[in-house]
């Protein structure tokens, strides 16, 4: 495999100790190569967007400061993070190409203090520019780890002396919530990167910034981040709301948790994660509209809804979460968010992002970086799905997302275990395994069964097996594997309805499954008229079957009907409704038939 090579040249910047150890492993992206619906979104994204972007635009704002907007800075990290990420997994050689070159253009750029921003140096510190410098050490700390070339190791380690230097408690230093916005969300985030900087290079200075973010943020100018998820337990009191600058804050308190063990940081992530799925997710997956997080229950379905930001960092809290804790709620939420909100806002080809993809109207597609900040954000979470879809543990392997594809996993032990799954999920039930060790050896097979999933039917080489679900969450299989032993997991899937309440009263969503589904105009056009013929599945008769060739996005993409009280409606999974420029409308109105 290619990373292992990789990481016998990384002797130099080997992870330092945590005081606490993931349950689940994260997975490097070459060792899980999809090849169904998740895998044709995870190749379009690498081939038609990270393998196509304009270099020159994404280090523009930094050969020529200032960048065209405020935080034009953060786009190249950005990409050097997914285009890293996807490169692992397709070993495509002129992205590595790409990414070599991007790298060393983007250190060139280094000022001789270490700032490596795009602001003029009279406007330093004042708006995005902490932001910026936060992805481009997550970009080039994530490609220095993938490919073993620390050459960019320096300029990471100048970034952190000068954020060092420059922000701090004691006199002479600034503070820095006073450098961002969002009551100082902003730039504290910059906490997750710098954690990796310390497992890096072992550099004690790095760890004592990341204490300081940690008291900035109690301080009275403060967030109030932990404190207020430990007793008011509601994201929605944090500071000003602002989802994507809070998410990505509480991704860097997890990583400050492997390092310190305190468990409170946990617990406040927990309790965020409660909240949100309790109060504040909509159907589809997405958190929060206006970009901040609202009342409880507060759904409006068009008010600038669904940021994609936001979408990829709440993937990122519940992968997270996933490692840290082994529990298979994590990797169900996972699951929903990836197949509906986070393929919503992607176009079918990869070539473009949505920025607000909302329960209604038309997904805003662009692929021009002077748009939004969105447009590096959602190849970031494309490209995390192989590090967690399959994964090890302290017991075996862990199957966590369901599509076609061959793991080679690693297991703990260091014994070689390659994974086939044959499937066509989620358009079709049948999910078969072939576990093959290298040798026959005892270790377990740990299966998610998908909450939204009653009544699923789990055989090994052919004998019905028991599907009671462990503390974790998960149908543990052990036994003694040999090469070919068979896993038959069939998982129904039928319709079910979301009843509308509090502001989508007298409507209602219907779903499939795991999916989400919405009505196009492009199959129906008096969409706008459309009327279900109540909510009881069986007056509303949802049917399914192979989606026409203009709707069909990938081989086995299916296409849904139900009554309507004029006749029939059509329906698209979210995921690929108004991929033509049509308006389209997860929540319906439904009448008595």
């Not at 190749?43 to 034009?72: C, F």
């Amino acid at each position: 495999m290619r990373l292992a090579l990789v990481f016998l040249a990384l002797a130099v910047v080997s992870a330092m100790g945590a005081a606490v150890a993931d349950r689940q492993d994260f997975t490097p992206p070459d060792r899980v190569q999809l090849s169904g619906w998740m895998g044709s979104r995870v190749q379009a994204s690498e081939s038609n967007r990270l393998a196509q972007m304009d270099v020159d635009r994404l280090l523009e704002g930094y050969r020529k400061r200032p960048g065209r907007q405020a935080w034009d800075g953060e786009h190249v990290g950005k990409w050097l993070h997914a285009a890293t990420l996807a490169w692992v997994n397709s070993g495509d050689p002129k992205l590595r190409q790409k990414l070599d070159h991007v790298a060393a253009e983007l250190v060139k750029c280094q000022l001789p203090d270490g700032y490596l921003g795009t602001y003029l140096d009279k406007d330093r510190w004042t708006d995005w520019d902490v932001w910026a410098h936060k992805y481009n050490l997550i970009g080039l700390l994530t490609y220095i780890k993938f490919t073993g070339n620390t050459n960019a190791l320096p300029a990471c380690r100048r970034m952190g002396d000068l954020l060092c230097r420059t922000f701090g408690d004691q006199p002479g230093q600034r503070d820095i919530i006073k450098a961002g916005w969002h009551v100082g969300m902003a730039p504290t985030s910059v906490l997750e990167p710098m954690v990796l900087l310390y497992r890096a290079t072992g550099d004690p200075r790095y760890l004592d910034f990341c204490a300081y973010i940690l008291r900035a943020w109690e301080q009275p100018n403060g967030p109030k981040i932990i404190s207020t998820l430990l007793t008011l337990k509601r994201v929605d009191k944090v500071g000003n709301g602002k989802a994507y600058e809070m998410l990505s804050c509480l991704n860097g308190a997890l990583e400050y948790y492997r390092i310190v063990g305190d468990p409170r940081l946990l617990a406040a992530c927990e309790n965020a994660w409660k909240d949100i799925v309790d109060n504040r997710l909509y159907v589809t997956g997405a958190a929060s509209y206006d970009e901040v997080f609202h009342d409880n229950f507060d759904f409006p379905n068009v008010a600038n809804v669904g940021e994609t930001c936001v979408t990829v960092t709440w993937l990122q809290l519940n992968a997270q979460l996933l490692r840290l804790t082994g529990e298979a709620k994590y990797a169900d939420q996972l699951e929903h968010v990836i197949l509906n909100q986070l393929f919503g806002a992607q176009k079918c080809d990869g070539t473009a992002w949505g920025y607000y993809v909302q329960m209604e109207g038309k997904k805003p597609y662009s692929s021009d970086l002077d748009g939004h900040c969105c447009l590096s954000s959602g190849p970031r979470g494309i490209a995390l799905i192989p590090t967690f879809a399959l994964s090890t543990d302290a017991d075996g392997a862990v199957v966590n997302l369901y599509d076609a594809g061959t793991a080679h996993l690693i297991l703990r032990d260091g014994s070689p275990v390659t994974i086939v799954t044959e499937t066509r999920y989620p358009s079709d039930a049948d999910i078969r395994l072939s576990v093959q060790p290298a040798s026959a050896q005892s270790f377990t097979v740990k299966l998610r069964i998908p909450s939204w999933c009653q009544d699923a039917l789990l055989q090994v080489n052919g004998r019905k097996t028991s599907l009671r679900p462990d503390p974790d969450g998960y149908v543990a299989v052990h036994r003694k594997w040999k090469a070919g032993d068979q896993i038959h997991l069939t998982l129904p899937l039928g319709p079910s309805v979301i009843v509308g309440d509090h502001k989508n009263q007298g409507k209602a969503v219907l779903c499939y499954g795991p999916l989400i589904l919405a009505a196009d105009q492009a199959l129906d056009p008096a969409l706008d008229s459309a009327t279900l013929a109540g909510t009881n599945l069986a007056t509303l008769s949802i049917q399914s079957q192979l989606a026409p060739a203009s709707a069909r996005t990938w081989p086995a993409a299916r296409v849904y009907s139900a009554n309507a009280l004029n006749g029939k409606i059509r329906l698209l999974p979210f995921a690929d409704a108004g991929e033509a420029g049509s308006t389209y409308k997860v929540w319906l109105p439904y009448g008595v038939p």
